[in-house]
Structure formats: structure tokens, C-alpha cells
């Protein structure tokens, strides 16, 4: 017998290694006799128990710093200052496509508008943008750099201010006592809605045409650096912030404990609200346009290449996992296989002619979507089976909205449609002075519009 100098382990003569700790019969030691050699063997087995319990600390100490969050379990989670969102009550509108799901639909019984003019505000400069409405105020920014606040039965201006001379994009989003918006200069910035005095400002370093979405207390919008931020509403503090590979010009849409938004990199990027961390990435097209919206089991997504489609958001995507798939797309390119891969969390698509530019409308059991052709389209929520087509006769470049049973579409002529949201008859139109980009938004049988030619009206 021979014992192991390491661990105090006898082996067999026979034995080149030790049985116990697998060190070399190099580091074999004399037998000591009587209690010596006791605690010999009590002293190498207490430092074993040591060394491996020093093994077990480090790998999980490196679990939860490294791989939990990266499975979207939130470590060390500090809550925001306050619960403030821009959830719509009370048939409000707060921010870009109404609510953070971008559903762009009122649900329900609901008044439906006419076409008949109430009244027109005209600020002198396009809007690009889409407006909010809250407690009986409509709120826009325009596109000198400005931001207004209208009263919404006569169109009076309660305040405005100015920031600077470049076109601003973004929409402005309320929550609580705040109006939040992003500005060419690349300032996230929040003002008092009562006021339009500054209450913080936010620096990302390029251009932010992203609409905010506020939901419990946290602030999340794009970046022109390829960012998607994550900030306290009350304060402006940087809660997390997400890399993508290129910029970003949507705005991020936000179910549960989920953000989605789709960068210029091609892809659109699920994260984790909480950890800031990737859950999936879903390839859309080399040039993806719009926001995403959620519906009530899928994410949608309109695309440049004129693809509506649902995904499953609730899929991860695994390491490694994109270079499997180009592998599988290059063996298929090469006809080594037969089938053409299909991406995790592809559900359905259809496929029109043009491509999209804005963001895809979810409304009772249906998804809505018009192209830079023109073409509006109606699909099944679920399945994915077109419902009907309509050609409005000019290329759409905003998103649309729908309430009681009425989808509204505005064009590049400046006409906006009302479609019957069941069998996509026309019902009515109104025309602006020149192009509309801004989503339509519909509040107790009122619609709020901004057009090109700087006017933003209310259509009764």
C-alpha cells in the first residue's frame, strides 16, 4: 500500500494515481505510525472539504452574476422612484399607439367620428409626429423643436416651448405630471404637463426620433446609437441600457416583464424589462421600418420588405443559436438540404406588395397594417389568414388607429380614410393640406390629427 502525500488516501501498489484526489504515486510518503498519521489524514481531508467548498462558492457566485440575468432572473433589483405609466384611462391617449402594448385600437363601444371639422390649430411648421391626449389637453411636438399643449374642446394653446430648430419625430408620451419625449439633439427629456417648465433631461449622444413608453415608473426608449434605454421616469436616472447592432428609430413596446423594439441591425430584439438581458432576437428584413405591437398571444411586426407577421415572443433565443441557423440556411442555399430553416418564433406571415413603414394595429381579433403602396391589410390575429385588402390610392408612411369598429389611415395626399374595420369598406375621408404621417388619435368620438401643413385638427 502506498499513501497519497495530498489527500491521506491508501491505494493499491498497483495504482500509478490516487483513487481519491488522482495525484501522482510521485508524491508518495512513508506510513506514519501511530496518531500522527490520524491526524495526517483528518488535516488532508478538512482541506479537500475547503478547496472544493472554495469551488462551489466561485461557480455560484458566477451564476448569479453572469448567467441568471442572462435568463431574465433580476438580481439585486432596485424598484423605480415612482409607479407613474402611460397606460390610456378614461378614453385617453397618452403616447405613441395609445398604450405600451402599440395596440393603437380603442376597444369597446365608443363614438365614432363623422369627418366633420371642429376645429384646426395651424402652428406654421410640419408635424411629424403623432399627438397625445390627457385629461382634456392635446399635446404635440412639431417640427421646429417645439412642443405645444392644446385645450381640446377649442384649440387654444395653454403653453409651448421651444427647444430647437430641428424636426422632431418622437411622440410625446404622459405619465403622471410629466409629458416625455426624445429630441434630435439626443436629449431624452421630461417636462411638466402643466407647466412645460423642464423637469430632467436625459443625454444618449445621437438622435432620438423613438417614442418613450412609461410603464410602472421606468422610461424606455431607442437611441440613433443603437441603444435601447432604460430610465427612471420620476428622475432620468439610467436604469439599464441594451446594445443593439445598429440604430434605432422605432419605439419600444412593452407587455409584462418584456420590451421589444426593432433596431436597423435587421432585427428585432426582445429584453428583458427588468435585467435589460436578451431573450430573442427574431431577423425582420435588411431594412425593418416601423414599431412592433403586441397582441393578446403574438408580437407583430411589419417589415420593408412588405411582410406582416406574428411572432412568438416567448421564445428564447439559445448561444450559438444564429450560427446554427445560417449554417442550416447556407446547407439549404447550397441544396445539401431540402427544407429552408425556420427561425424560433416565427408563427405566420403575409406578404403584400410594398413595404411597411409604420407600426401594425391590433383591434378585436384583428391585425392592420397599410404599406407604402397604399395597400391596407386586415388579417386574423391567430392564424394569419387575410381578411381583406384596400387601396387608399396613395403610399402610407405613418400608423394607423382603430376605434368601434372603424380603422383610420391618413396618406402622402394628405387624405385620411375611415374603413369599416369588418369588411374594409370606406365610410368616410378628410382632407389636410398635405402629407400625413401621424398615427390618428380617437378620443370620445373626437380625432386628433397632425398633418404636413403644420395644422393639427379635431375631426368630430
Keep these: ?143 421646429h423643436g417645439g412642443v405645444i399643449a392644446l385645450d381640446a374642446e377649442t384649440g387654444d394653446t395653454i403653453w409651448g416651448e421651444q427647444f430647437e430648430f430641428d424636426p422632431m419625430h418622437s411622440s410625446p408620451a404622459v405619465a403622471g405630471d410629466m409629458l416625455f419625449f426624445g429630441r434630435p439633439t439626443g436629449v431624452v427629456t421630461a417636462l411638466d404637463r402643466q407647466t412645460g417648465e423642464v423637469r430632467w433631461e436625459f443625454e444618449t449622444g445621437e438622435r432620438v426620433s423613438s417614442s418613450p413608453a412609461v410603464v410602472g415608473g421606468e422610461l424606455f426608449v431607442g437611441s440613433g446609437n443603437g441603444r435601447l434605454y432604460a430610465l427612471d421616469a420620476f428622475t432620468g436616472r439610467e436604469r439599464w441600457s441594451y446594445k443593439t447592432g445598429d440604430w434605432i428609430s422605432s419605439s419600444p413596446a412593452v407587455l409584462g416583464d418584456v420590451v421589444a423594439i426593432v433596431s436597423f441591425d435587421g432585427l428585432l430584439h426582445v429584453v428583458d424589462r427588468r435585467t435589460g438581458k436578451k431573450r430573442l432576437d427574431f431577423y425582420v428584413s435588411e431594412t425593418p421600418r416601423g414599431s412592433a405591437a403586441f397582441g393578446e398571444r403574438y408580437l407583430f411586426i411589419a417589415d420593408g420588405q412588405g411582410r406582416l407577421k406574428a411572432v412568438d ?106 374603413l369599416d374595420a369588418v369588411s374594409g369598406m370606406k365610410r368616410w375621408d378628410f382632407h389636410a393640406a398635405d402629407q400625413i404621417w401621424a398615427t390618428p388619435v380617437v378620443s370620445g368620438g373626437v380625432l386628433y390629427l397632425a398633418s404636413w401643413d403644420g395644422g393639427i385638427y379635431a375631426i368630430k
Design 1 to 143: 500500500m502506498w499513501e497519497c502525500r495530498v489527500c491521506g488516501n491508501e491505494n493499491e501498489v498497483s495504482s500509478s494515481r490516487c483513487r481519491n484526489c488522482w495525484a501522482s504515486r510521485d508524491d508518495e510518503v512513508e506510513r506514519p505510525s501511530g496518531g500522527n498519521h490520524s491526524r495526517r489524514r483528518r488535516s488532508f481531508g478538512w482541506w479537500r472539504t475547503l478547496r472544493w467548498a472554495v469551488v462551489l462558492l466561485v461557480f455560484t457566485a458566477f451564476t448569479v452574476w453572469y448567467l441568471l440575468p442572462r435568463l431574465g432572473v433580476a438580481i439585486f433589483y432596485v424598484s423605480p422612484v415612482s409607479d407613474i405609466s402611460s397606460e390610456p384611462v378614461s378614453g385617453s391617449w397618452p403616447m405613441y399607439q395609445r398604450d405600451p402594448t402599440h395596440s393603437g385600437s380603442v376597444t369597446g363601444s365608443s363614438a365614432i367620428p363623422i369627418g366633420a371639422l371642429k376645429w384646426k390649430v395651424d402652428t406654421g411648421v410640419p408635424i411629424y409626429s403623432s399627438p397625445a391626449f390627457v385629461d382634456g389637453v392635446v399635446y404635440a411636438t412639431l417640427g
Design 313 to 418: 415572443w416567448r421564445k428564447r433565443t439559445l448561444p450559438l443559436e444564429w450560427l446554427w441557423l445560417r449554417v442550416r440556411t447556407q446547407l439549404f442555399q447550397w441544396g445539401i438540404t431540402r427544407t429552408l430553416p425556420r427561425q424560433k418564433g416565427f408563427v405566420w406571415g403575409v406578404s403584400t406588395g410594398d413595404g411597411f413603414h409604420g407600426a401594425p394595429v391590433v383591434h378585436e381579433g384583428r391585425v392592420y397594417a397599410a404599406n407604402f403602396g397604399g395597400e391596407v391589410v386586415a388579417a386574423d390575429e391567430d392564424s394569419g389568414v387575410l381578411l381583406w385588402t384596400y387601396d387608399v390610392g396613395a403610399p402610407v408612411v405613418g400608423s394607423m388607429s382603430a376605434s368601434g369598429g372603424t380603422v383610420f389611415v391618413g396618406d402622402t395626399d394628405g387624405i385620411l380614410h375611415a
